[in-house]
């Protein structure tokens, strides 16, 4: 008997060890060094506005995106923001969170993603349970399809009411950010010079909606797909533009087959890095 109970001990030893060394992701810095959550977490406390990158179907982006919320409400007043809401959708979201609409009201009066109940909904509900703003950052998606197919010079024509839903117009806009210079490349020419210009208008937007409701002494947070703050520019740059005093941090997300490592093409994407496991489940 002693055997046994001393063999099944070895044999579940052995698949604890085994299960150490097969993470579902490893976090990074910058530079590629393994940081631990503790560390990341003592660094975010400190800034002004942290920007989330995900990946939209990835459960291990949106797990870390309501933990990172939970635990910096413990030292922080938070604010949060998501690309997922259109700013014309800011007063569902808001009787939503004031009890006013139940979640299948806020279904039907906002254009929720598809995975809106599975990823988003907890971090809404979290907000709405600290009592928290949250904030619809995103330009509607109408509009920017207009400056996807006509250029910037398309929003002139829309209405007065419309056009509090964006960033000021005139927009700033560089062509030359790596994001929108990588966007060309990746369309092989498809899409011409205003798709970059339409993203612009989402990153612009997302800022310009950040800035305005950054209550002093509070931390913003918002979500993001990785694209729009990837390298630091994106809503990064818009940010930087119009309030470079404040305190940014910046999450990407990135899959490897081989987490050990990050891979150079990694490197430097933000202030800290998820690397996950190529093989982890999709959340669609």
């Known amino acids: 008997m002693k055997k046994f109970i001393l063999s099944g001990g070895l044999f579940f030893l052995s698949i ?55 635990d910096l409400s413990e030292s922080r007043k938070l604010t949060f923001g998501a690309e ?35 990823d988003y909904a907890p971090i809404v509900n979290f907000a709405k349970e600290k009592n928290a703003k949250f904030i619809a950052t995103n330009i509607p998606r109408r509009y920017a399809s207009l400056v996807s197919k006509k250029g910037f010079e398309a929003l002139d024509t829309i209405s007065t009411q419309e056009k509090t839903w964006m960033a000021p117009l005139p927009m700033d806009y560089d062509s030359t950010l790596p994001g929108y210079v990588k966007m060309v490349e990746m ?28 209550e002093p002494g509070s931390l913003f947070i918002h979500y993001n797909g990785a694209f729009h703050s990837d390298n ?31 891979l150079a093409e990694n490197l430097g994407k933000a202030d800290f890095i998820i690397c996950v496991d190529a093989d982890m489940t999709n959340t669609y």
């Open 187 to 214: 369309m092989g020419g498809h899409g011409g010079s205003n798709m970059p210009k339409a993203q612009a208008t989402k990153d612009a937007t997302m800022a310009y909606f950040i800035l305005q409701h950054l």
């Open 232 to 262: 630091f520019d994106g809503i990064n740059w818009y940010l930087k533009r119009k309030r470079p005093e404040l305190k940014y941090a910046t999450i990407s997300t990135v899959s490897q087959k081989n987490i050990k490592e990050l």
């Open 16 to 70: 604890g060890i085994f299960a150490q060394h097969k993470p579902a992701y490893v976090l990074y810095n910058a530079k590629g060094k393994k940081i631990s959550y503790g560390k990341m977490m003592k660094q975010l406390a400190k800034k002004d506005i942290v920007l989330f990158g995900e990946y939209h179907n990835n459960a291990i982006s949106h797990w870390l995106e309501l933990a990172v919320a939970k």
């Open 84 to 118: 997922m809401f259109e700013a014309d959708n800011q007063q569902a979201l808001n009787d939503y969170l004031a009890g006013k609409i139940t979640a299948k009201g806020l279904d039907s009066t906002a254009r929720l993603w598809n995975n809106y109940k599975t």
